[in-house]
């Protein structure tokens, strides 16, 4: 069976389109899993705060590494080092002080509200979790004594 030559040229287009709308589909999905994983990184963190700060001292140090090289290097004067210096400790106390809980609702509304639709079991996953971490925050807040209103946190 020979197509003509609008029949291919259909056929053509609508498989690009496939193609294209498939590609949207999965990256949108990715996205989605990516948003949940992180919401689940800070849930974990908000449990285990020891985790949380173990892995801001590696990355602490590793950056600090990384400006010595510089330093070593020649490509960056003592001034400059010493100032980058402090600016990365107080970059990282202040992600120290930073609450997990909220970043945990933050990752989990960014894939209720970016990455869907498509209902993904991400965005699934995100939508149970995301007033279960809300409602961490709130009690977070409330043990600090930080006075907010419902609607500061949406």
Known sequence: MKLKPWQKKSFLILTVLAVFYGMIYADVVMRARH???QGEQFWR???HPEERAADLQRKQAAELVQLEQKLKDGKEAR???DRDKELLAFRYEQMRQESCNKYA???YQTAVDLFSPPESKWVKLSR???PLAKERWK???RAKKIPFEDYMID
């Open 35 to 37: 948003a949940w994983l």
């Open 45 to 47: 963190w908000a449990d």
């Open 79 to 81: 001034e400059d080092y």
């Open 105 to 107: 609702y933050v990752w």
């Open 128 to 130: 149970e979790k995301m």
């Open 139 to 141: 009690a977070e807040l």
